[in-house]
């Protein structure tokens, strides 16, 4: 058996694979106290056992809310002397031009836990001064007294030659052995000074924690005799083992939302579709990724938080949108009378006042059921009872009081304002990148997703619609297809016109060395791996750079005309314009290492004949019209292949719930896959 367990902001979600192709799901509330708890509830509700199982893929939101809350470690930094300040001086942007009050992100690393030795080396790798160990231990004395949990060493241009950094490693570890230590070289060996420094103190910041939290569910899988293998999900759309995740937690940050990402990449590549846009909606936010020619879109520019007020980490990361628009944001009335949704949420606890936990404020949940979109009795397969009176005296207390609504209209008007909160992640992911939604398809999941698919891809004009099978669990379902990664780069600045596809070849073959070695140890062989190569290129005095593949054999990088012209293309097809005529300089190789999965689960949706596709009719409001509309109601898992209807209808199914608008025309394809044809 392979296992897969997805904690969110508010549901924990298990899928399971057997031998045979059999697939077991279970859904409960995420325990934010003890996550665990949760992963307990699933595998019982599953009615599986651990112990036996081969293979357990974890994604978790442990590493990123520890950010957000401001709830890691202690920890201190020590960098080069005469920069100890680079990391709260960061960047001279203002991303809030007219902000007034705008400031700058608060470090978490105080100025007094800053602290440098005396050491140098120059871009180049040669040594300009010799590391003073008596500067360092004293450095190293210092944090001990203030009892630091964590320490950060990021030393100018270690990414050119490390030794250093080495050498200061082992005197902490000597020195200081029960510090988590975390060594900028070991995290990424790229230039740019602030960036390298905050994504080493990210890493050191959440390490204690998340390694402490890794070693329980160690202890979990110890204690129901699993002796299988143990992967985490990574934030660039891989697996790695649970060893390489203690020591660069950092790779964690989003391994919940990219999985699903990863299953929308083979959907599309099921169903032939090179532009899929992926939308994921859960209890707490929404989440948007582009997937181009089967490959989700990465991006090494990230900020934990936002880019406003967020900590850096230029690691590579699946480019994912994310809004504050979920099953459980709270609607409420600001002080000029105007309606919002979210980013506030009411969680897993007490969750919308529908749930009947003590929940009192109006959410996104509580309007669809309102509105006739969700059946009480039906919510999680009937696992749930929701309330509606619950629902409409939240609404009413805080809605239609202040707004002087109806009860349907303020409903209504939560969705609406939903909706295009959602509809911007999307457009973001699309429309600002440069892709046409009418190119694409939108392959919706989460337990929210297929509810609101359908109205987002009319705000668009994204003319299909494709529901996974099992949506409500879509991201533990792309755990289990998700492929051993990980991703590698080195600084190497240098003209074209002045290197060699000998030398790039030379330079990236260290590279490979360490990523075969990793991949090996975690359990992939040699013929299951496969590496991808990129220049990051741009014009001689450009800031910014352009990652451009190059072909698998790295012999070939000796036709760098064709890499050239490659850089040019992709310059033109992001910016609207290149410079055939100009230099071009390299400034980084970059590599990506997968270890394929031997995953044997087929995206197949599950039809059961027992069960009949038709389960009667329910009264719906889909529009601002406010006009009651008689919707058959289908059962998923009794919709066999081939079968055909126009909407409105609605389709249940454990988890969620599928709306289909007036005009909409609905077929499950060969695999079971819901396609929605949007109507004009």
Not at 294 to 305: A, C, L, N, Q, R
Not at 448 to 463: D, K, M, N, Q, T
Request: aromatic share 8%.
């Amino acid at each position: 058996m392979r296992i897969a367990v997805d904690i969110g902001g508010t549901f924990t979600d298990l899928v399971a694979l057997d031998e045979q192709g059999n697939i077991f799901q279970s859904k409960s509330l995420t325990t934010p106290k003890d996550l665990a708890l949760a992963i307990e509830e699933c595998v019982l509700r599953a009615g599986i056992q651990i112990g036996g199982a081969e293979f357990f893929v974890h994604g978790s939101t442990i590493a990123i809310n520890a950010v957000l809350e401001r709830k890691g470690a202690l920890t201190g930094l020590i960098t080069t002397a005469g920069f100890r300040d680079v990391y709260e001086i960061g960047r001279g942007n203002r991303p809030e031009g007219y902000n007034l009050f705008f400031k700058r992100p608060v470090p978490l690393v105080p100025r007094d836990l800053r602290l440098e030795v005396d050491e140098r080396i120059y871009a180049s790798g040669e040594v300009l001064r010799p590391f003073n160990v008596e500067s360092a231990r004293g450095a190293i004395a210092r944090l001990k007294e203030r009892e630091v949990e964590s320490v950060a060493v990021c030393l100018l241009h270690s990414y050119a030659n490390s030794i250093h950094e080495e050498n200061l490693g082992a005197l902490l570890w000597r020195d200081f052995p029960e510090a988590y230590v975390s060594l900028s070289h070991e995290i990424l060996r790229e230039f740019r000074e602030y960036e390298r420094t905050s994504t080493t103190v990210l890493n050191a910041y959440i390490g204690p924690i998340v390694s402490r939290y890794l070693i329980s569910l160690e202890k979990l899988l110890a204690s129901s005799r699993f002796h299988g293998a143990f992967r985490i999900m990574q934030s660039n759309g891989g697996a790695m083992a649970v060893e390489t995740a203690k020591k660069i937690p950092v790779t964690m940050m989003e391994s919940g939302p990219v999985a699903g990402v990863i299953g929308a990449a083979k959907i599309g590549e099921i169903l032939n579709c090179r532009q899929v846009i992926s939308f994921d909606m859960g209890g707490t936010t929404a989440k948007a990724s582009f997937v181009r020619d089967f490959h989700p879109e990465v991006t090494s520019s990230y900020y934990i938080g936002g880019y406003v007020s967020g900590h850096p980490m230029m690691l590579p990361v699946v480019d994912i949108v994310e809004v504050g628009a979920g099953g459980g944001s709270i609607a409420w009335v600001d002080q000029a009378g105007g309606m919002k949704v979210g980013p506030q949420s009411a969680g897993a606890d007490p969750g919308p006042a529908c749930y009947g936990k003590g929940g009192e404020e109006p959410t996104v949940t509580d309007a669809n059921v309102i509105l006739g979109r969700i059946d009480p009795a039906f919510f999680l397969g009937g696992g749930v009872c929701l309330e509606t009176d619950k629902a409409v005296s939240a609404v009413e207390s805080r809605i239609c009081k202040a707004l002087d609504l109806s009860l349907v209209e303020a409903a209504m008007g939560i969705l609406t304002i939903a909706n295009f909160n959602m509809s911007l992640a999307v457009r973001a992911v699309s429309v600002e990148r440069g892709y046409d939604p009418r190119d694409c398809i939108l392959v919706a999941s989460g337990g929210g997703g297929p509810l609101h698919a359908a109205a987002i891809a009319r705000e668009l004009s994204v003319s299909r619609v494709v529901i996974p099978p099992m949506p409500a669990h879509f991201s533990a379902l792309g755990m289990l297809l998700a492929d051993l990664k990980h991703d590698y780069v080195q600084t190497y600045l240098r003209e074209l016109l002045e290197t060699s596809g000998h030398e790039l070849a030379a330079r990236f073959a260290p590279l490979e060395k360490q990523a075969r070695e990793i991949l090996s140890e975690e359990g992939a062989n040699g013929n299951g791996i496969f590496l991808r190569r990129f220049l990051d290129m741009r014009y001689r005095g450009q800031e910014y750079t352009i990652a451009v593949p190059v072909d698998e054999d790295s012999e070939s990088l000796n036709d760098l005309e064709r890499v050239r012209t490659k850089f040019d293309a992709l310059h033109q097809e992001q910016y609207g314009h290149s410079a055939p005529t100009e230099p071009v300089v390299i400034v980084n190789l970059r590599l990506s290492a997968l270890g394929r999965s031997e995953s044997r689960l087929s995206l197949k949706a599950p039809y059961r004949e027992s069960e009949s596709g038709r389960q009667g009719e329910r009264s719906v409001i889909f529009d601002a019209g406010l006009r009651l509309v008689l919707c058959p109601i289908f059962l998923r898992a009794g919709l066999e292949p081939g079968a055909e209807f126009d909407g409105p209808a609605i389709i249940e199914e454990i988890g969620s719930t599928i709306l289909v608008y007036p005009g909409d025309r609905v077929h499950v394809n060969e695999m079971g896959h819901i396609v929605i044809d949007v109507g004009k």
